[in-house]
């Protein structure tokens, strides 16, 4: 079947969806599924689509990856919209990840094991809210991933608010340990500062 435009001429063909199997999606078929769209994530062996972000969404992955570029020593590496492959049908795609450098396999890398994952970031969008404040954190440190932060919109003032996660091994759930206005400021993982009002500035 081919999609028709308002001219009754021929364009692509209709996208088909992926039918699921009766088990559900596993974290290695996003590799193998044709013609997904961009950071298509994996929740519970579902398949989860990203609607287009926002400008905020946008300014504020590119503060926190490049700060976190800049300020990292130099065993650490910093990626976005990387997946994590959880378990066999969770692979989800955080925002934001730092890792240790010697966790990179190569150029076509795809995804990174949780085990590697030292910080995972979400910036949450209106289609993520849900997602982003209980099912992926709660997802993140059952599979022990240490830190955790979750960024939301101010609404006054249209600024990024950092609300600040550490893992409780013994539990495998996060403690709040702050929150974040105007400028973050933590020691772990590593000696972090950032200009959160910078987020909208040209040249920072």
Same mark, same amino acid.
Request: net charge negative.
């Given at each position: 079947?081919?999609?028709?435009?308002?001219?009754?001429?021929h364009?692509?063909?209709?996208y088909?969806?992926?039918?699921?199997?009766p088990?559900?999606?596993?974290?290695?078929?996003?590799d193998?599924?044709?013609?997904?769209?961009p950071?298509?994530e994996?929740?519970?062996g579902?398949l989860?689509?990203?609607?287009?972000?926002t400008?905020f969404?946008?300014?504020?992955?590119?503060?926190?990856?490049n700060t976190?570029?800049?300020?990292?020593?130099?065993?650490?590496?910093?990626?976005r919209?990387?997946?994590?492959?959880?378990?066999?049908k969770?692979r989800?795609?955080p925002?934001?990840?730092?890792?240790?450098?010697?966790?990179?396999?190569g150029?076509?890398q795809?995804?990174? *094991?949780?085990?590697?994952i030292?910080?995972?970031?979400?910036?949450?969008?209106a289609?993520s809210r *849900?997602?982003?404040?209980?099912?992926?954190?709660r997802?993140?440190?059952a599979a022990?991933v240490?830190?955790?932060w979750?960024?939301?919109?101010d609404?006054?003032?249209?600024?990024?608010?950092?609300?600040?996660y550490?893992l409780?091994?013994?539990?495998?759930?996060?403690?709040?340990?702050?929150?974040?206005?105007?400028?973050?400021?933590?020691?772990?993982p590593?000696?972090?500062?950032?200009?959160?009002?910078?987020?909208?500035?040209?040249?920072r």
């Amino acid at each position: 079947m081919s999609a028709t435009t308002d001219d009754g001429l021929h364009d692509e063909p209709a996208y088909r969806w992926p039918i699921p199997p009766p088990e559900g999606w596993t974290a290695d078929d996003l590799d193998r599924i044709p013609g997904l769209p961009p950071h298509t994530e994996l929740i519970d062996g579902s398949l989860v689509f990203r609607s287009p972000q926002t400008r905020f969404h946008g300014r504020t992955m590119g503060l926190l990856d490049n700060t976190l570029l800049e300020q990292a020593p130099e065993h650490l590496d910093v990626d976005r919209e990387m997946t994590v492959k959880l378990d066999p049908k969770n692979r989800p795609e955080p925002d934001i990840v730092v890792f240790p450098a010697d966790a990179v396999t190569g150029p076509n890398q795809t995804w990174y *094991e949780p085990e590697d994952i030292l910080l995972a970031v979400e910036v949450v969008s209106a289609d993520s809210r *849900e997602r982003d404040r209980e099912v992926k954190p709660r997802k993140y440190a059952a599979a022990g991933v240490p830190h955790f932060w979750r960024v939301e919109q101010d609404d006054d003032k249209g600024l990024p608010v950092v609300y600040v996660y550490e893992l409780d091994p013994a539990t495998k759930s996060y403690g709040l340990t702050g929150i974040c206005h105007d400028r973050l400021q933590v020691a772990v993982p590593f000696d972090i500062e950032i200009d959160l009002t910078a987020v909208n500035r040209r040249g920072r």
